[in-house]
């Protein structure tokens, strides 16, 4: 088990790919086992595409489930402290940091440079005290996006890719799971799934 056991208790851990290596799945497969192990789970819908079939496909009890759906980034934040702080539910799973939108930006206004990084920033210290006291686990889904500052004449110079949450969230997270989506598996001709690569990056 990459995890050593399961997410960690009292911490906040990180699953991040680039788009379309499973990180979704990856998360519905690790509620659905702790759901097989008696813990309540909460799935956080930031990106509104949370597909109940699906789930159920993969093992996730619908009816044991709290899912819940926030409208913008401020609400996100305060519906996952306010779950923590009722201590009723020992899992939460955050998809995705990136969908912490400010409401502001929803709307159309024109907010303050770097606004969802400070929303998101905000969201991690808030929420790091609590799930201590609490021994909740957090696990948030992250997205990898390539750095156009990399310098692609030398590999060195930047990083090839950036996270949101930058430097906070990797501070603060226990576990921190790099996906990397391999060869297409295919029968025939027909692609019928693909190999996943699985990176523990801090302990």
């Known amino acids: 088990d990459i995890t050593g056991g399961g997410f960690p208790r009292g911490n906040l851990s990180e699953i991040h790919a680039l788009e379309g290596a499973g990180k979704t799945t990856l998360g519905l497969q690790a509620l659905a086992n702790a759901q097989k192990q008696g813990i309540k789970c909460v799935w956080v819908d930031a990106e509104h595409a949370f597909i109940p079939e699906y789930a159920e496909q993969l093992g996730v009890n619908l009816k044991e489930l709290l899912l819940l759906k926030p409208k913008f980034g401020e609400q996100a934040v305060q519906v996952i402290c306010d779950v923590?702080?009722?201590?009723?539910?020992?899992?939460?799973?955050?998809?995705?940091?990136?969908a912490l939108v400010p409401?502001?930006?929803i709307e159309?206004?024109?907010?303050?440079?770097?606004?969802?990084?400070?929303?998101?920033?905000?969201?991690?210290?808030?929420?790091?005290?609590?799930?201590?006291e609490k021994k909740v686990a957090l696990v948030v889904i992250n997205q990898m996006r390539e750095n156009i500052m990399a310098n692609p004449y030398h590999q060195g110079a930047k990083d090839q890719f950036t996270y949101p949450g930058g430097r906070t969230l990797k501070y603060h997270a226990a576990i921190r799971i790099e996906m990397r989506r391999g060869e297409t598996k295919k029968d025939g001709d027909r692609p019928v799934g693909h190999v996943v690569k699985l990176r523990r990056i801090k302990t």
Do not use: C, N, W, Y
């Open 103 to 105: 409401r502001d930006e």
């Open 84 to 98: 923590i702080d009722a201590g009723e539910h020992d899992l939460i799973i955050l998809d995705s940091l990136p």
């Open 108 to 132: 159309g206004e024109r907010g303050a440079v770097a606004t969802q990084a400070r929303l998101i920033a905000r969201f991690i210290r808030k929420t790091m005290q609590s799930l201590v």
